[in-house]
């Protein structure tokens, strides 16, 4: 089953856009971030989990409406045991991709990265949001 196809009908999963299998195992498939896609009455809120990272190993741009989270993990390990020393290197790139809906005022997002989790805020165009009309009694 593809990733997407988890979520049809529901409105977050209408803008994932598959990048390898996520469930794969890291060790086997590289590494895929995990990605979170939230509505809300004002914004979209876009997360990923980049466990291991820095800022400088990844790279967040949007073009066209499509919000790519791209970059490379590197994990290297060494150690001793009974003798026996071992060392062990892992690269891999990644790259996520979001379908923005049109609505989204891609000039005035942000983002911040803290604990391995990226957090995109994608505000709505004003002409988006929904608003109250009061209606008054005529006469």
């Not at 990048?19 to 004002?42: C, K, L, T, Y």
């Not at 967040?60 to 001793?80: C, D, M, P, Y």
């Amino acid at each position: 089953m593809a990733f997407p196809s988890i979520f049809r009908g529901h409105p977050a999963g209408a803008y994932l856009v598959e990048s390898g299998d996520p469930f794969e195992s890291s060790d086997r498939a590289g590494f895929a971030p995990r990605i979170d896609v939230v509505e809300r009455e004002a914004e979209y809120q876009v997360t990923a989990e980049l466990p291991g990272l820095e800022e400088k190993d990844f790279q967040l741009e949007v073009h066209r409406n499509l919000l790519t989270i791209s970059g490379e993990k590197r994990v290297e390990q060494e150690g001793e045991r009974k003798g026996w020393r071992w060392s062990e290197r892992a690269y891999g790139r990644f790259r996520r991709s979001v379908q923005l809906p049109a609505d989204v005022a891609t000039d005035k997002a942000s983002a911040s990265f803290k604990g391995g989790v990226l957090t995109v805020t994608l505000p709505k165009a004003e002409s988006a949001r929904v608003r109250n009309i009061p209606v008054t009694t005529a006469g």
